[in-house]
């Protein structure tokens, strides 16, 4: 079941703010990468809006999911002179590419994807005081947990309720969304009345358009095929020590000229 924004979308939608709202195309940009299938729809989302908004990329760097030195990856950006940086990464990395390349005089605007920010970063000092000044974006799959809708008034009193404990999290948003389909394909099912594996999939069908009254970044149509019914709107957040998870909204639900006109595998 496809809710959310798919990582090639989220990529080419943050590349439609930047361009739009930040003076993109005067920009030189970057992007580093994990070799693998996850860093390769980072980068295929960046090269489609690139190319589409006619940007000057000056630097592509990769790194493999084992590295813990990217002493290369930041010397390379730091001489293409890249002052717009894309991370189809993991948060694992995040702070040290950020850092690192700080730390060689280099300034820039970052943009990520939702794994590439966890709140858990918000514990290194250094980072936060760069991101502060150099703005960490993030395009998000999911609604910021500031959001005011009414699914997002009952995450938060769920996790009030259930888990004090729980720190406002945004991977507690997306158990919570994945919780509610399932909820709703199985009350689907139930009607139907039947609970196979083929019954529950034909259900799916069944939850008809909905966007979990807030939950998804915009309305999604159940009936659908996968390839189809996914989102093309995103939030843009950015980095800040000032709110809840650490990840303030700076949009509505957007979904610029890259982001809708991205052409999704059927």
Same mark, same amino acid.
């Not at 990395?93 to 943009?111: D, P």
């Not at 083929?198 to 998804?216: F, M, Q, R, S, Y």
């Given at each position: 079941?496809?809710?959310?924004?798919?990582s090639?979308?989220?990529i080419?939608?943050?590349?439609?703010?930047?361009?739009?709202?930040?003076?993109?195309?005067? &920009?030189? =940009?970057a992007?580093?990468? +994990?070799?693998?299938?996850?860093?390769?729809?980072g980068?295929?989302?960046?090269?489609?809006?690139?190319?589409?908004?006619?940007?000057?990329?000056?630097?592509?760097?990769t790194?493999?999911?084992?590295?813990t030195?990217?002493?290369a990856?930041?010397?390379?950006?730091?001489?293409?002179?890249?002052?717009?940086?894309?991370?189809?990464? *993991?948060?694992?990395v995040?702070?040290?590419l %950020?850092?690192? &390349?700080?730390?060689?005089?280099?300034h820039?605007?970052? &943009?990520? =994807?939702?794994?590439?920010?966890?709140p858990?970063?918000?514990?290194?000092?250094?980072?936060?005081s760069? %991101?502060?000044?150099?703005?960490?974006?993030?395009?998000?799959?999911?609604p910021?947990?500031?959001?005011?809708?009414?699914?997002m008034?009952?995450v +938060?009193?769920a996790r009030?309720?259930?888990?004090?404990s729980?720190?406002?999290?945004?991977?507690? *948003?997306?158990?919570?969304?994945?919780?509610?389909?399932?909820?709703?394909?199985?009350?689907?099912?139930?009607?139907?009345g039947?609970?196979?594996?083929?019954g529950i999939?034909?259900?799916v069908?069944?939850?008809?358009? *909905?966007?979990?009254?807030?939950l &998804?970044t915009? *309305?999604?149509d159940?009936?659908?095929?996968?390839?189809?019914?996914?989102?093309?709107?995103?939030?843009?957040?950015? %980095?800040?020590a000032?709110?809840?998870?650490?990840q303030?909204?700076?949009?509505?639900?957007?979904?610029?000229?890259?982001?809708?006109?991205?052409?999704?595998?059927?």
């Amino acid at each position: 079941i496809a809710p959310f924004a798919p990582s090639t979308i989220q990529i080419s939608a943050g590349i439609d703010y930047l361009v739009k709202e930040k003076n993109g195309k005067a &920009l030189k =940009w970057a992007i580093v990468s +994990r070799h693998d299938v996850l860093g390769a729809d980072g980068v295929a989302g960046f090269e489609y809006a690139t190319k589409h908004h006619g940007l000057n990329v000056v630097s592509r760097q990769t790194y493999e999911p084992t590295d813990t030195d990217f002493t290369a990856q930041i010397q390379a950006l730091k001489d293409s002179g890249a002052n717009a940086i894309v991370l189809a990464n *993991t948060s694992a990395v995040t702070a040290q590419l %950020v850092v690192g &390349l700080t730390r060689l005089g280099t300034h820039s605007i970052w &943009l990520g =994807w939702q794994p590439s920010f966890d709140p858990g970063l918000a514990k290194n000092e250094e980072f936060m005081s760069i %991101v502060a000044k150099d703005k960490y974006y993030i395009a998000s799959c999911l609604p910021a947990w500031s959001t005011k809708s009414p699914g997002m008034d009952e995450v +938060r009193k769920a996790r009030e309720k259930y888990y004090p404990s729980q720190a406002p999290d945004p991977y507690f *948003t997306f158990g919570y969304v994945h919780g509610a389909i399932t909820h709703a394909v199985l009350q689907a099912a139930v009607k139907r009345g039947d609970l196979s594996r083929a019954g529950i999939n034909a259900a799916v069908k069944d939850v008809g358009v *909905t966007d979990l009254n807030g939950l &998804l970044t915009h *309305t999604v149509d159940f009936a659908k095929p996968p390839q189809e019914r996914f989102p093309r709107a995103v939030q843009i957040w950015e %980095v800040s020590a000032s709110v809840p998870s650490f990840q303030a909204p700076v949009t509505d639900y957007i979904s610029g000229d890259a982001a809708s006109t991205y052409p999704m595998p059927k």
